[in-house]
């Protein structure tokens, strides 16, 4: 009998050690703050994955706010990603919380969502409709997607290798 409770307690023990490990590792990765990318950065890299990069600052000229807008499309014309730097943070996050609700808005009966938050960057996907949407922050810029599914896989490995 005091052998079973003393494995039950070991085994209890390992559990918690195991379960508070996992959430310590979650909670330090989603806890570091991110850096964001340069608008040159952006550009960079975009144009070596065979993207043209436009200048878009003048379609949003009324909008002081918007430092930067930089559009990537891919050279088949088949999508686009888009790259804004704002004034501040704050702008940003208007940005995202903005794009999020018109998501959230179009989104059909079958849509797949996730929504990712740290401390200085903000992330949400959605699968709708035939469509596969982003909108991502990292203090004071953006990142934002809108593409048929079949480009998923690219746009969220390119997302990856920015940071977005």
């Known amino acids: 009998m005091k052998k079973a409770i003393l494995i039950t307690i070991i085994v209890v023990v390992i559990v918690a050690l195991i379960v ?3 959430f310590a590792t979650v909670f330090i990765t ?3 703050p991110k850096d964001p990318i340069t608008v040159d950065e952006f550009k960079s890299a975009l144009q070596q994955k065979d993207y043209s990069i436009y200048d878009a600052k003048d379609q949003y000229a009324v909008y002081t706010y918007i430092q930067s807008a930089q559009i990537a499309i891919k050279t088949d014309d ?3 990603i888009e790259f804004y730097k704002f004034a501040d943070s704050s702008y940003a996050t208007n940005f995202f919380n903005n794009n999020v609700n018109i998501f959230e808005n ?4 079958s849509d797949v969502q996730s929504t990712l938050s740290g ?4 992330k949400y996907v959605s699968k709708s409709k035939g469509k596969y949407r982003v909108v991502s922050i990292i203090e004071d810029t953006g990142i934002f997607v ?3 599914e079949e480009y998923e896989e690219e746009v969220k490995s390119i997302l990856e290798e920015l940071g977005y």
């Open 106 to 109: 179009s989104k059909g009966t």
């Open 20 to 22: 508070g490990g996992i």
């Open 30 to 32: 989603v806890a570091q």
């Open 119 to 122: 401390t200085n960057y903000s």
């Open 78 to 80: 088949s999508h686009q």
């Open 146 to 148: 809108e593409v048929d």
